[in-house]
C-alpha cells in the first residue's frame, strides 16, 4: 500500500500519507549508498506522478519544482552510470565514498526533505476521488498525443516525452488501482513494459550522444535504438 490510494479513505489523507513514505524512502536510499541515483530519481518521478493526480489549482508548485531540482541534481550521475553500464567502462558499481557524488546526494536529499515538510503543511483543496479520476483521464489523454507527436518525428526528444507521460499514466495506474477495477490489471503490466522499454531507448540515446560521429559504436547504436522505437510505437497504439 506504500505506492496506492486506498479507497475508503480521505483522499486528501491518503495523497499525503503516501507522498511522505515515498519521499523518506527516496532520501534513506541516496543517505545509505551516494550513488543510488537511479533509485532516488524513481521515487523523484513516482511523487511528481502523485502531485498530477491533483487539480492544477491544488498542486503545490513549488513542492513539484523542488522535487524537480532534487532529481535533476543526480542527473548527470545517473547519465554516467548508463554509459558505464551499457559500454562495460567505468567502476561496474563499486562504491565511492564522498567526493562529487556525495556532495550531488547530499544536495538532492535536503531539497526532498524540504519538499515533503511543504507537502505535509499543504493545503490541497479538498480533493475527492472524481477530481482524482478526472486529472487521470487527462494524463492517459497526454499519452495519446505524446504517442502521436513521436510516430510523426521519430527524434530523441518526442520519445522522451513519450516516455515521461507513459510512466506518468502508469503510476497513476498503481496509486488508483483500487478506484479503477479488476480490469485495469492487465493495462498495468503492459504499461510496466513499454516504460521499461522506452527507458532502454533513452539510454542509447544518451549512449549514442556521447559517442564520436560516425563511430562504429555510434552507428551501432543508433540503429539498435531506431529498432526499439519501432517497437515502442506498435506497444504503445496497443494501450493507446
Same mark, same amino acid.
Given at each position: 500500500?506504500?505506492?496506492?490510494?486506498?479507497?475508503?479513505?480521505?483522499?486528501?489523507?491518503?495523497?499525503?500519507?503516501?507522498?511522505?513514505?515515498? #519521499?523518506? $524512502?527516496?532520501?534513506?536510499? !541516496?543517505?545509505?549508498?551516494? %550513488?543510488?541515483?537511479?533509485?532516488? =530519481?524513481? @521515487? /523523484? +518521478?513516482?511523487?511528481?506522478?502523485?502531485?498530477?493526480?491533483?487539480?492544477?489549482?491544488?498542486?503545490?508548485?513549488?513542492?513539484?519544482?523542488?522535487?524537480?531540482?532534487?532529481?535533476?541534481?543526480?542527473?548527470?550521475?545517473?547519465?554516467?552510470?548508463?554509459?558505464?553500464?551499457?559500454?562495460?567502462?567505468?567502476?561496474?558499481?563499486?562504491?565511492?565514498?564522498?567526493?562529487?557524488?556525495?556532495?550531488?546526494?547530499?544536495?538532492?536529499?535536503?531539497?526532498?526533505?524540504?519538499?515533503?515538510?511543504?507537502? #505535509?503543511? $499543504?493545503?490541497?483543496?479538498? !480533493?475527492?476521488?472524481?477530481? %482524482?479520476?478526472?486529472?487521470?483521464? =487527462?494524463? @492517459? /489523454? +497526454?499519452?495519446?498525443?505524446?504517442?502521436?507527436?513521436?510516430?510523426?518525428?521519430?527524434?530523441?526528444?518526442?520519445?522522451?516525452?513519450?516516455?515521461?507521460?507513459?510512466?506518468?499514466?502508469?503510476?497513476?495506474?498503481?496509486?488508483?488501482?483500487?478506484?479503477?477495477?479488476?480490469?485495469?490489471?492487465?493495462?498495468?503490466?503492459?504499461?510496466?513494459?513499454?516504460?521499461?522499454?522506452?527507458?532502454?531507448?533513452?539510454?542509447?540515446?544518451?549512449?549514442?550522444?556521447?559517442?564520436?560521429?560516425?563511430?562504429?559504436?555510434?552507428?551501432?547504436?543508433?540503429?539498435?535504438?531506431?529498432?526499439?522505437?519501432?517497437?515502442?510505437?506498435?506497444?504503445? @497504439?496497443?494501450?493507446?
Amino acid at each position: 500500500m506504500n505506492f496506492r490510494l486506498q479507497r475508503h479513505a480521505l483522499p486528501e489523507a491518503e495523497v499525503k500519507r503516501v507522498f511522505a513514505l515515498q #519521499a523518506e $524512502a527516496a532520501v534513506k536510499s !541516496i543517505k545509505a549508498d551516494p %550513488l543510488a541515483a537511479h533509485a532516488f =530519481r524513481k @521515487r /523523484a +518521478k513516482k511523487l511528481r506522478a502523485l502531485l498530477r493526480l491533483l487539480p492544477e489549482e491544488s498542486r503545490p508548485q513549488e513542492v513539484d519544482a523542488l522535487i524537480k531540482a532534487a532529481a535533476k541534481s543526480l542527473s548527470a550521475l545517473r547519465d554516467r552510470q548508463v554509459i558505464e553500464k551499457l559500454t562495460g567502462t567505468g567502476e561496474s558499481g563499486a562504491k565511492r565514498k564522498g567526493g562529487a557524488p556525495g556532495k550531488a546526494a547530499a544536495k538532492a536529499a535536503a531539497q526532498m526533505r524540504k519538499a515533503a515538510k511543504k507537502f #505535509a503543511g $499543504a493545503y490541497l483543496g479538498g !480533493i475527492d476521488e472524481k477530481a %482524482l479520476l478526472g486529472e487521470y483521464e =487527462r494524463t @492517459r /489523454a +497526454k499519452v495519446g498525443a505524446a504517442l502521436e507527436n513521436a510516430g510523426t518525428s521519430g527524434t530523441d526528444d518526442d520519445f522522451h516525452r513519450l516516455r515521461r507521460w507513459v510512466k506518468y499514466h502508469w503510476y497513476h495506474v498503481r496509486l488508483l488501482q483500487d478506484h479503477l477495477g479488476s480490469g485495469i490489471k492487465r493495462r498495468r503490466r503492459k504499461l510496466c513494459q513499454l516504460g521499461k522499454a522506452l527507458g532502454n531507448t533513452h539510454d542509447l540515446a544518451i549512449l549514442e550522444g556521447k559517442l564520436a560521429p560516425g563511430s562504429k559504436q555510434r552507428t551501432k547504436a543508433a540503429e539498435k535504438k531506431a529498432r526499439l522505437m519501432g517497437r515502442c510505437l506498435k506497444q504503445a @497504439r496497443k494501450l493507446a
